[in-house]
């Protein structure tokens, strides 16, 4: 049986997904180490999370440190480091007092505007419920700041509140709330967030939702300061505010059975967002077009209904998308400096400015011809149109993708389950203007795959066989040699296999072939001429033994990259790549809750013109759920 579901989510650019004092969700004791080493890049990343309850005081502990080093001509490393540290102290059901400790570091080893800072904080809390719902958690404390070597002290607070599932006249209203401040001196960090849903049921059938949220974070960041700017504020390093604000306002209507197998959902959504970017000291003894500021204004509107149909024959949905997207950018003016300079920044910004407009319908469903053979299909149709106000941007366009697959299965036998599908897509490309014509193009692709499915007692395979064919035709080739219509071909096979051998012991197989070729196309005649030809070979046979809550595998990785070029019809090799040597893997576990995985290959590496090298690989994974 097939299962339509509609997931709508609305949320901000940096959304807030938990609170800091109030937790929201069953807290689950975990700890976590991933270290992986592929070719020359190695990385480690290690989560800890811990709540325990010692009657009457709640403990949490909370770490995630990630490390990454990249071994190169130029070595670089990359460190982030999350720390959490709160005891609750529970006076009485409805009042609670705590303190929470927070540590965050990051540093980079490249040379980037902020490679290095960090933050550490000490706040008092209380949790206060004056209703069995709500939860407020008022905060104070002292945080200290580090950003490209300047330190900034200050009091940060605020407060937290969550609404968790209060009815009130028929309506269930579900809410969060934050709001914090960091004034450290010279500069400060804000965050206001609101999220509000109400949920009302009006018929048995029929619902209604309502969601608003509403999210303002402003960030201040050190960046190095010019020579004049510097000499004129007596300041090594400027600052940058950064305020993001987002409005989101989303209904939800739902209509279940408003006919026999129907169901409608209606969906309509408003948002506005504003990013605002402030610079601290900014001198008119630097006149240029780069002193000033700006803001970017975006307006969007979507309305979306999917309606549904359920027998034991047929299911599908049918669904239709409207929405515009109105992006505005805005200089900020800056008295004293010449106005020559402000219009040249305007008309740069101006520029940007952009209205999207979008329309997609699409079908998604299944039928039942019988108990042995089903139909897939799914059909999309989407309408872009894209302009830019300014006489000076030529990228308006239209767009329009159409997408159709159908895939037919077939229980042969009730070990055997065999497919054919079959998918095509067109998209073309038109852009309005002449100055951006040559790049108008219609690119269609189409592919048929086949394949099957056998689930035996003592042997699983599923393999797969396909041929892909991609063309794409520019309109203007014969006016413009630098773009040239192309097509890309491919044959393909997959195979994963496991044999059973003992009740110990098992032979696995994964493994591909891709032949692919590139090539210069003539649409009219609808002929190619080949330019370039991959072959790609992927080949891992291994043997899994088992003991208990422990396995160990053990066998071979083969990996082939031949490229070639054409002299006339004539494949010649241009380059090969081949990967080979042998792989192990290790696992243990103890009722689900402790797991220690390990992994790691080490391959001979050949490449055509350059010296054999060896390289080694490990994937080392611990998991505890304590």
Known sequence: ????????????????????????????????????????????????????????????????????????????????????????????????????????????????????????????????????????????????????????????????????????????????????????????????????????????????????????????????????????????????????????????????????????????????????????????????????????????????????????????????NYSERDENHITKNFPGINQVFYLERQDIESRKNNIAKRIALSLIGFINLSDDDKIFFSLLQNKLRYDTPSPENFDDRDELLSIARIKYIRTITPFFDAFINLEGTLNHIVYIYSESSSNNNINRIIKLESGGDYHGKNFFSTNSFSVMANYTVYDFEDINPTYRSFSFRQFSANDSSRIILTDNLSFIHNGYIKLSEQGDLKWASFSTHPTRFLEEIFSEPKFAAYLGQLSFTFGARFFSLSTFDYNGTQKVLNSSYVSVGPLTEFSYSIYNNLSFILTGWFAYVSVTNLANSEQANLNMQLNWKF
């Open 1 to 320: 049986m097939l299962c339509l579901f509609l997931s709508v989510n609305i949320f901000a650019q940096e959304q807030v997904d938990s609170l800091d004092f109030i937790h929201t969700a069953p807290q689950q004791n975990i700890l976590s180490s991933v270290f992986d080493k592929q070719l020359n890049i190695y990385s480690l990343n290690t989560i800890l999370q811990f709540h325990k309850s010692f009657d009457p005081l709640l403990l949490d502990v909370s770490e995630n440190y990630s490390s990454t080093f990249i071994k190169s001509t130029q070595n670089s490393t990359r460190d982030e480091h999350f720390f959490s540290a709160s005891g609750n102290y529970l006076l009485l059901p409805e009042l609670s007092f705590g303190i929470l400790a927070n540590n965050n570091i990051y540093s980079d080893s490249r040379q980037i505007d902020i490679n290095q800072a960090s933050s550490s904080s000490v706040t008092a809390f209380s949790q206060i419920m004056p209703q069995q719902r709500i939860t407020i958690a008022p905060f104070a404390g002292y945080t200290s700041n580090s950003q490209v070597g300047e330190v900034n002290n200050g009091p940060v607070y605020g407060g937290e509140g969550f609404i968790n599932g209060l009815s009130f006249s028929g309506t269930e209203i579900t809410s969060l709330l934050k709001f914090k401040n960091e004034d450290i001196s010279p500069r400060k960090n804000t965050l206001r967030y609101i999220d509000f849903s109400a949920v009302n049921v009006l018929e048995k059938n029929v619902s209604d939702s309502i969601t608003y949220q509403y999210y303002e974070d402003r960030k201040d960041f050190y960046f190095e300061a010019d020579s004049i700017t510097s000499a004129q504020f007596n300041v090594v390093n400027n600052i940058q505010s950064r305020i993001e604000t987002d409005n989101i306002f989303q209904n939800i209507l739902n209509y279940n059975r408003f006919l026999e197998g129907f169901n409608e959902i209606l969906v309509g959504t408003v948002s506005w967002k504003t990013i605002d970017r402030d610079t601290r000291y900014r001198s008119i003894l630097l006149p240029s077009s780069s002193i000033f500021d700006t803001k970017v204004n975006e307006m969007k509107l979507e309305l979306e209904t999917t309606t549904e149909y359920h027998t034991q024959i047929f299911n599908g949905a049918l669904k239709l």
